[in-house]
């Protein structure tokens, strides 16, 4: 069955520091993988995607995330992280895939990020 | 400015009394899917529509009634709300270019729901 984890429920990092959420997927078929966040009160924003191609994709705030399906990972990183960073990310799978999972993304349960000053 | 709109924002209500949450985008996005989210399950999909008068269930139907009459609304219906409905709902739209995954859903800002 199609599934993501997330393994760490919660990370505080020092503003300036580096980091990285980690993010590991099963599923069948060629995964298209998503990272959002959601600050609080807020809805999801999209911040980066990978279908196919080059393994470390760019997104949106300085994040990166590299594929690498060896490992079944698909890592979130940033080399200098802000204040506003402090939010939840969620890690998310789907496919090309007929009938019914077509439609569906599978999100993890997702990472909360505290940045201490 | 390109976005989900879900409405309302809040709302507390009694067990039994039927709702209705609106949903409508403005991209023109064929695919449109219902969420909810729980602390400690993450976001889980209750219904998605592929297309006008075209939906399916998703991982979490039990309760929950969708249409999709028109390609820009997608209101989520329950009939008789039960409190374990308590929750954070979003509404979420996508394309698919041709032979390419989906996209990546655009989310609305969400509606929380009390059930009492």
């Known amino acids: 069955a199609q599934s993501v984890t997330q393994p760490d429920i919660h990370i505080t990092v020092s503003e300036g520091a580096s980091l990285e959420l980690r993010c590991n997927y099963s599923?069948?078929?060629?995964?298209?993988l998503f990272w959002y966040v959601q600050s609080p009160g807020q809805g999801l924003q999209l911040l980066l995607k990978?279908?196919?191609?080059?393994?470390l994709v760019q997104g949106i705030k300085g994040f990166e995330a590299e594929f690498k399906r060896s490992q079944s990972s698909f890592n979130l990183r940033k080399p200098s992280v802000h204040w506003s960073d402090a939010a939840e990310y969620f890690c998310?799978?789907?496919?090309?895939?007929?009938?019914?999972?077509?439609?569906?993304?599978?999100f993890g349960k997702g990472t909360k990020l505290s940045v201490k000053p | 400015e390109a976005q989900v709109t879900q409405n309302p924002r809040y709302l507390i209500t009694v067990t039994g009394k039927k709702l209705t949450v609106t949903c409508s985008q403005n991209?023109?996005?064929?695919?449109m899917s219902w969420y909810r989210q729980d602390p400690g399950l993450g976001l889980r999909q209750i219904y998605y529509?592929?297309?006008?008068?075209?939906?399916d269930k998703g991982d979490v139907p039990e309760g929950y009634k969708v249409s999709r009459k028109e390609k820009r609304n997608f209101p989520l219906i329950l009939e008789s709300p039960s409190p374990n409905q308590t929750s954070l709902y979003f509404c979420?739209?996508?394309?698919?270019?041709?032979?390419?995954?989906?996209?990546?859903?655009?989310f609305g800002s969400g509606t929380r729901l009390t059930v009492v």
């Open positions: 990978y279908f196919s191609g080059d393994t």
């Open positions: 979420a739209s996508t394309y698919r270019a041709p032979g390419q995954s989906l996209y990546g859903y655009t």
């Open positions: 529509s592929m297309n006008v008068e075209v939906t």
């Open positions: 599923y069948g078929a060629t995964p298209y």
């Open positions: 991209m023109n996005h064929e695919y």
């Open positions: 998310a799978v789907g496919g090309v895939g007929y009938g019914g999972s077509q439609g569906n993304l599978i």
